[in-house]
């Protein structure tokens, strides 16, 4: 059983005079609304957050007191959203590395080394290390898949105040019965990416 992410790599850069460091994650890609968020996040080796792991496997309670962690311990944190017109412009993959870019490029410290979860990284000024499953197996990911998954689920609450049929406060813009029978009834938003299925095929 895993023990959960460590600092092992970002510790290891920093005995090594490369830092800072950042993790990097998004999240959204598979929704039907909502954007793709990504979040940056460069952790102090003097003040790690306590209670980090990989957002999927926190509650939401347990994620929204981490982040409030993060955001106080954290030397810098960043979110950057791309919208469901450009996901429709450029495609789901493309605007999923331009959020991650982004994310970096608004950091108040350039990182000297970045670690982002998945295998497909963006390209980016500075070196980067792409990881699999990073979210549970490296703290300074964790971290931002944690911030970038509270940022977006709070902009799709803020979604769902403007189109309340779709429940976006509960299905954060995936496929759920109650977002589809809204779809049909209703038809899409400004919120939704139709040039996914199944709004594609309803055009």
């Not at 939401?60 to 954290?74: G, H, L, N, T, Y």
């Amino acid at each position: 059983m895993s023990a959960g992410p460590d600092f092992r790599i970002e510790g290891r850069l920093f005995r090594q005079g490369v830092w800072p460091v950042a993790g990097v994650d998004e999240v959204g890609r598979g929704p039907l609304a909502g954007p793709v968020a990504a979040a940056a996040v460069i952790l102090d080796p003097k003040r790690l957050p306590r209670g980090l792991d990989d957002s999927k496997a926190l509650t939401q309670k347990q994620r929204e007191d981490a982040f409030e962690r993060i955001m106080a311990q954290a030397v810098a944190v960043s979110v950057a959203f791309v919208t469901p017109a450009e996901i429709d412009m450029m495609n789901i993959r493309q605007a999923a590395l331009a959020a991650m870019r982004r994310a970096v490029a608004s950091l108040s410290h350039a990182p000297a080394f970045v670690l982002v979860d998945g295998s497909d990284p963006p390209t980016l000024a500075c070196p980067c290390r792409a990881i699999v499953k990073g979210d549970a197996a490296t703290l300074s990911i964790a971290a931002a898949s944690i911030v970038a998954k509270v940022a977006r689920d709070a902009m799709m609450r803020r979604l769902a105040a403007e189109f309340p049929h779709y429940g976006f406060e509960t299905n954060v813009g995936y496929a759920a019965p109650r977002h589809l029978d809204a779809l049909r009834e209703h038809g899409p938003t400004p919120a939704h990416r139709l040039s996914f299925s199944p709004l594609r095929e309803a055009r």
